[in-house]
């Protein structure tokens, strides 16, 4: 009698650890990961519910070092843009005096995220099943300016002097600058919906192989539908909720062992890639970030490559129901390649400038999730009657493979109904 998992995971902004159910892994700003997982004794199919809060103010860049969130797209110069906004066809709004010099702003931000993630798992037979989840979330972001006078960390210091009455001066005109490339406020507040995941898996299960008590090993196809929210290109705080409008595949494996009673160890190892698209975005043409690019126009992104792998331990039962689990997921996501479609007279005109852009979307993760959960039904003859409610921490453990990724701790509170 086979024994299934699929675990759901995504809603909101933030996510969990991974284990051997589908997720999505491919979100920097979000971690989309599945949780530990919890097999009901003799249920095969289950629909679960949960609830999330996420949160994240800091980032880390390529040598590991804490940076702010908007830093994962670069700095941000003032003249810089303003150079850039000339290219594009606009006037330079900097002061003639202060144009010949670095005006560096720190841009710090955070992000807070609710939501709720749907998942579902039909065992059809002994060896084929299949699911869904998606997520629907809710989603703050900011960001806030301030000049930089001297040198921190390892932001350029300006080379100009600075009056009294300069740095005043220079955060209207930034204001005037966002307001003529249609730049909306600081602050970006969304509401949607994830990517939906589609799956399907054929494994093997048997009892008492191995000198264990239980195995179960399979293979899952699967395919992500862009339904995410999309970041939007006026609000330069905005994230997407899935990968930005881009379809998807995925193909995984996974394994559950039962070493002793109630004592299960576990993990599931992931490959998904995401298939090229064009779209209208911001197109940086003097290395601004992107998000505040000087153009609007046709821009191809091709997705790299995401891996996965994320082992975990439980222990059921340990008390009348009462069981721990922990986990760890290590993602990695290679560079995405941009591609600039702009008819070739706008490109000689105002060439892009993406080699920046393509580097700083390589990045990786690493997550450990504890899990307290607590199985209604365990003691019970009926288990269908009977639920598991489980409270998990998804924790940036920062080990190997971070780099260029958001900082975000979540906290999910769900339930399980096995049947």
């Not at 209208?280 to 601004?288: F, G, S």
């Not at 039962?317 to 995405?336: E, I, P, V």
Request: charged share 20%.
């Amino acid at each position: 009698m086979p024994r299934n998992k699929f675990f759901s995971v995504g809603f909101l902004l933030l996510v969990c650890a991974s284990s051997a159910y589908a997720c999505y892994y491919d979100n920097r700003w979000i971690p989309f990961i599945a949780a530990p997982r919890i097999e009901p004794d003799g249920d095969q199919s289950r629909f679960r519910i949960d609830t999330f809060a996420a949160t994240a103010s800091k980032a880390v860049d390529d040598n590991e070092r804490q940076i702010t969130i908007p830093r994962l797209y670069g700095r941000f110069d003032q003249n810089q843009l303003a150079q850039a906004m000339v290219k594009a066809g606009y006037p330079n709004l900097v002061p003639s005096a202060l144009r010949n010099g670095r005006i560096p702003w720190l841009v710090t931000g955070k992000i807070q995220a609710q939501g709720v993630v749907l998942s579902y798992f039909q065992q059809v037979c002994d060896w084929f099943a299949y699911g869904f989840d998606m997520a629907a979330m809710r989603v703050n972001s900011d960001h806030f300016f301030r000049l930089q006078r001297r040198r921190i960390n390892d932001d350029e210091e300006t080379n100009l002097i600075f009056g009294a009455s300069d740095e005043q001066l220079l955060d209207d005109v930034l204001r005037e600058m966002f307001a003529v490339l249609g730049l909306q406020e600081n602050h970006s507040a969304q509401v949607g919906f994830s990517d939906i995941n589609f799956f399907a898996r054929v494994g093997y299960a048997c009892d008492y192989v191995l000198k264990m008590r239980f195995v179960d090993v399979g293979a899952r196809l699967g395919v992500f539908l862009p339904s995410g929210l999309r970041a939007n290109i006026c609000a330069p705080a905005s994230i997407p909720f899935g990968a930005d409008g881009h379809w998807g595949i995925y193909g995984g494996l996974d394994g559950l062992f039962e070493i002793k009673e109630d004592i299960k160890i576990g993990f599931y190892t992931h490959a998904s890639h995401r298939f090229k698209k064009t779209s209208i975005a911001r197109i940086p043409l003097n290395q601004e970030p992107i998000n505040f690019g000087a153009e609007v126009g046709p821009l191809e992104v091709e997705p790299g490559t995401t891996f996965v792998f994320s082992p975990f331990i439980s222990g059921e039962n340990l008390r009348n129901g009462l069981g721990l689990a922990m986990q760890y997921t290590a993602t990695y996501h290679s560079k995405d390649c941009y591609r600039d479609k702009r008819c070739p007279e706008r490109k000689d005109a105002a060439p892009a400038t993406l080699e920046g852009v393509g580097k700083a979307t390589r990045w990786g993760s690493d997550y450990v999730t504890l899990n307290v959960f607590y199985d209604f039904g365990k003691v019970k003859a009926e288990r269908e009657q009977y639920p598991i409610f489980w409270l998990r921490w998804d924790i940036p453990a920062q080990f190997y493979m971070s780099k260029q990724v958001a900082i975000t701790h979540r906290i999910c509170l769900g339930v399980e109904f096995a049947f």
